[in-house]
């Protein structure tokens, strides 16, 4: 059968390039700085077994059963505890559970986009961010960053171009592909600036609770007296991805909207997931658990950088991440990364070319690095191998 | 802040009834027929710890960490095998597994239907199939059914009317919320005319593996020769619901459609509950497992069925389900459920108004029973109160 009667968001939505990648990157010889993938050997494997345990003992039957779509309470109840930990006063109310914090950029979606709506984000932002807003069929309007973020100038101009544009999508902490960390005064002048265009901030922060140096700064949330930033965040960094769990936290207005989508997606998430998680959080010290994983990020990403300035050409300009998993390499404009990662795989090594975490696909000179996943000798043995390449 | 920019599919997609009916019917005082939960106490509860233990210590770190889109090869290829045993011939690439299949129908969503496009369903239908389409802005063409299903010359019309419909969507296994079964004879026709049309058909089939009365039908993918079946089917009948496991079985060609929009809608399913599924079908027996939930739900439905013989008017119709979760209740035409729901709670029992199951919401004169989820002094006692309602 040759079916032609599919949707119009098929021509946009493909399979993202670094699945494609990551399939040529399973190959055992390959040293892949390509995926972002958390080290699994800090997972709490043995401790989930007697969580796991527990929770089939305490409350089997529940664990197993269909359940709310607003997600477990006693979870809400965890991440309203972590969400004041950050400055942000909340109640179970602003709290919807999502299956990871991919399906909060999906239903952000639905919530929000129309077809040809404009939507406002960083540039470069976050890959299958890119693909989740696509299948709304918008427009992206791209703001340049600097090494404070999101050039605020920028920004107000295209909101004036762009009176009905429907969001602005933002990554504030060590941001996916960059590293880059959005300044305080940033922070403050981009929820001025949403208030005086009547219009809300997607913040997407996955990476805040893993800042390795520097000074901790407050979430944009923090800063929003208008119940306008929507903030969504994740499991999959401090705890296990594999385990599909995130969450929205956002005014309740802008909550009940999240609902029917939510339940009309996957009717809840996985209960058992989230009772297991929940239970951890209860017998174990999830924050002694977050700051091994910032010992061994730090230390990669150092070992990392050491690297790069040892064996990287010297007009190669690079990022200096104060956490999360990732670092952002600037090449000579006339150079191109697609050309650069041919020759790297020959090499047994590999990235993501920065095009891909353009919406509109227009700047070539730039690769993503992750140094969260990989032990030492492999980070060192990469980064020369990779030098090599870039000084052909 | 009041808010305005949202999408305009916020205007037709809204909280389920259902799902607010359950807020009233979780008093304890309550009786309720209302929601669609398997029978909690027949969950698989122990062996569950034994196979988490043994994930976790077989590949703990693998169950914790991002996986493939497509789904755990292990169960996958479980699935295939139940799939073979329904004389459907599959291999991997043909199934991809789903966050519950509620996942599945989002993406047929987002797969096929552009805005205004029309798609083909029976009347009435499952609610929330109608909601997850509508998501995406469709207009629906109900197909009146009788006891074997959708009426094939209803259908043909239709599709001579509707050229460009986008696909066909049928439960013909004990369907949500009538019980009904398609008869043989229309699952072959059914095939024959979508070939005739080049129409994809969606198979949506968590029940049929609860079959307790009758002879087993094939399923209408079974008579598909062009590859235009696209199955969907659901552990949560069968195993656990909490876990939120569905799979999609149809043509290599359709599956890659639907990767991407499952990647951008979560990535991928959660992993841990992928293989804890994995790892209990390989230790333990599901077909014994089901052989005991049919034998539950035979008695309760065929004691739910005496009891409306017993307390019902005579002039109440209702359906004869072979297997499945519900029965459908027909009242007299000049009555309406939603006036007798509101006089059943005050009774203390509750069951959901018919209103909700149709796309374009114009009948009134019916209901649907759950009978899974309910021991039998309950199942006497809430037909009793009901009766007396309608005797009213």
């Known amino acids: 059968m040759n079916y032609t ?3 119009k968001r098929n021509n946009f939505v493909r399979p993202s390039e670094i699945r494609e990648i990551l399939k040529v990157t399973e190959r055992p010889e390959i040293i892949s700085f390509a995926g972002g993938l958390p080290a699994p050997e800090l997972f709490p494997v043995n401790e989930l077994k007697n969580v796991c345990t527990e929770v089939l003992t305490k409350c089997g039957e529940a664990s197993l059963q269909y359940s709310t779509t607003e997600g477990y309470i006693p979870l809400r109840e965890a991440i309203c505890k972590r969400m004041e930990k950050l400055s942000i006063k909340t109640s179970l109310d602003n709290i919807i559970v999502t299956t990871g914090s991919q399906q909060a ?16 984000c960083e540039s470069p932002t976050y890959l299958a961010a890119i693909s989740a807003f696509k299948t709304y069929l918008p427009n992206f309007k791209e703001i340049p960053m600097d090494e404070e973020g999101m050039i605020m100038e920028d920004l107000e101009k295209a909101l004036k171009d762009n009176p009905n544009a429907k ?3 933002t990554i504030p902490d060590f941001q996916n592909p960059t590293g880059r960390t959005m300044s305080l005064e940033r922070r403050k002048k981009l ?6 265009f009547d219009i809300v901030i997607i913040e997407d922060n996955p990476y805040g609770a893993i800042r390795f140096a520097g000074e901790d700064l407050p979430p944009v949330k923090h800063f ?4 306008r930033v929507i903030y969504l965040s994740t499991f999959s960094k401090i705890f296990a991805p594999g385990l599909r769990l995130g969450w929205i936290c956002a005014d309740k207005s802008i909550i009940q909207k999240y609902i029917p989508f939510k339940q009309s997606a996957d009717l809840h998430t996985d209960i058992f997931a989230q009772m297991i998680t929940a239970k951890y959080m209860e017998m174990y010290d999830i924050e002694e658990h977050i700051q091994k994983i910032k010992e061994v990020y730090r230390h990669r990403r150092e070992l990392m950088i050491q690297c790069i300035e040892k064996y990287f050409p010297k007009d190669i300009k690079h990022t200096l991440p104060d956490g999360g998993l990732f670092i952002w390499i600037q090449l000579p404009s006339n150079m191109d990364a697609s050309d650069i990662f041919t020759k790297a795989i020959k090499n047994n090594v590999a990235f993501v070319a920065g095009e891909s975490f353009f919406p509109n696909a227009n700047f ?3 690769f993503r690095l ?9 980070i060192i043995e990469g980064i020369k191998r990779l ?6």
Do not use: H, Q
């Open 5 to 7: 009667k599919f949707s």
């Open 105 to 120: 950029l999906d239903l952000s979606g639905k919530v929000f986009i129309d077809e040809c709506d404009t939507i406002i």
């Open 167 to 169: 969001f602005i999508y």
């Open 191 to 196: 929820v001025e600036i949403a208030n005086k």
């Open 224 to 227: 929003d007296t208008e119940g």
């Open 364 to 366: 070539k000179n730039s």
């Open 370 to 378: 992750n140094y969260s996943n990989m032990p030492d000798d492999r």
């Open 387 to 392: 030098g090599e390449v870039l000084k052909k």
